[in-house]
């Protein structure tokens, strides 16, 4: 008895320790730590149209921060939030990825590759509005659909 004691003991410290520090710290506590991998490339494109440019500006939270109301999110099992989002044409959203994998998503025909709990700002254009951009993640189509609309001046 006393030998099974001390091994679940001891696996129960190494499970504290990997949760508490370790990579998924920040999805079970809500806090987020220095530990996990938070990119900082800021990617600009056009979903119409191809073409990328990088500019390393922003910390995640701070990005966040910016870009609430016009973020969306990819979870673990590739699912997106919001579903069915509206923006206006010429809007700046954040495609956020919230797993520990890799992901390749489309919006609109255009892929975006993000890194394992990384980001990339895209700026949500086109002709012909409204349209509905299909969003889809990995081997998983049709995951959302983007609203773009005309931006109208008054």
Do not use: H
Not at 53 to 75: H, L, M, N, W
Not at 108 to 120: I, R, V
Request: hydrophobic content about 35%.
């Amino acid at each position: 008895m006393g030998k099974y004691f001390w091994i679940l003991a001891g696996l129960a410290i190494i499970a504290v320790v990997y949760f508490w520090g370790g990579k998924w710290a920040g999805q079970y506590t809500g806090v987020e730590t220095t530990t996990s991998p938070s990119p900082v490339a800021e990617t600009t494109a056009k979903p119409v149209k191809k073409g990328a440019t990088t500019a390393p500006t922003k910390s995640y939270s701070d990005a966040v921060k910016e870009y609430e109301g016009r973020r969306i999110q990819f979870d673990e099992r590739c699912q997106v939030v919001p579903q069915s989002p509206t923006y206006k044409n010429g809007t700046s959203v954040m495609l956020d990825n919230r797993s520990a994998s890799a992901r390749t998503v489309m919006v609109g025909g255009t892929k975006y590759d993000l890194s394992a709990f990384g980001y990339k700002v895209i700026t949500l254009s086109g002709s012909g509005l409204p349209k509905e951009l299909a969003v889809s993640c990995g081997s998983s189509g049709n995951v959302g659909r983007i609203l773009l609309q005309a931006q109208i001046l008054q």
